[in-house]
């Protein structure tokens, strides 16, 4: 079991690291907050631990569905449009103190971001199917310990990227807050517009065959 929890922490760490809408959001919300990424964490355990259970009980298949696909892909991409356009607009002015305590609470954002990120439930129906069967061939203790290993590694990697973040925004001062939120809302918007152009592209709207 040993060997394959540290095969889990490996596999995990890749997909964590990717570049994707949790890390502009966590960098975001780190300019703002010391410990955004760990409150971001414990929302996106808000989503994964239940699909987690889902896939554990044969849900894998409809979320390889294309139609399923398609609709992810675009009602996720329009999500991230719509919070890149907040960033956007909220990096248009310094950060006053105590504004930071008014803004968007990083669970919420967490939870947000990773039931619309459609490449996050392919990730589960394909690679995290394969190690979740693994896990339980080992029995559910394996299964629980595979969940929470898997965790950690978004809760360190995101904490990580807003203390350095947070650290940055403290040196530099509140123009590099406008930076980090103008940035990070441009890279969400980018996202959203590749969200919704793949999931175009994955399954096109049928023509009139009349």
Avoid at 149 to 174: F, M, T, Y
Wanted: overall charge positive; charged content about 10%.
């Amino acid at each position: 079991m040993i060997p394959f929890l540290a095969t889990a922490v490996v596999i995990s760490l890749s997909g964590v690291m990717a570049p994707g809408p949790m890390t502009a959001a966590a960098l975001a919300a780190g300019a703002r907050s010391r410990h955004a990424g760990a409150i971001m964490a414990f929302g996106h355990a808000a989503i994964e631990f239940p699909l987690m259970l889902l896939i554990v009980l044969g849900a894998g298949a409809f979320f390889e569905a294309a139609g399923v696909k398609r609709a992810i892909g675009l009602a996720g991409g329009a999500c991230l449009l719509f919070l890149g356009a907040r960033l956007l607009k909220a990096g248009r002015k310094p950060v006053e103190a105590g504004e930071a305590k008014n803004h968007r609470h990083p669970f919420l954002a967490g939870v947000v971001l990773t039931a619309a990120n459609p490449y996050f439930l392919i990730w589960w129906a394909t690679v995290g199917l394969a190690l979740t069967a693994r896990a339980v061939e080992f029995g559910i203790l394996a299964f629980a310990l595979f969940a929470l290993v898997h965790w950690l590694c978004d809760l360190v990697w995101l904490e990580a990227l807003s203390l350095a973040s947070h650290k940055g925004a403290q040196l530099l001062g509140p123009r590099s807050q406008q930076i980090v939120l103008i940035v990070c809302g441009l890279l969400l918007l980018g996202f959203g517009g590749w969200f919704i152009y793949d999931a175009a592209l994955l399954h096109p709207p049928l023509t009139n065959r009349g």
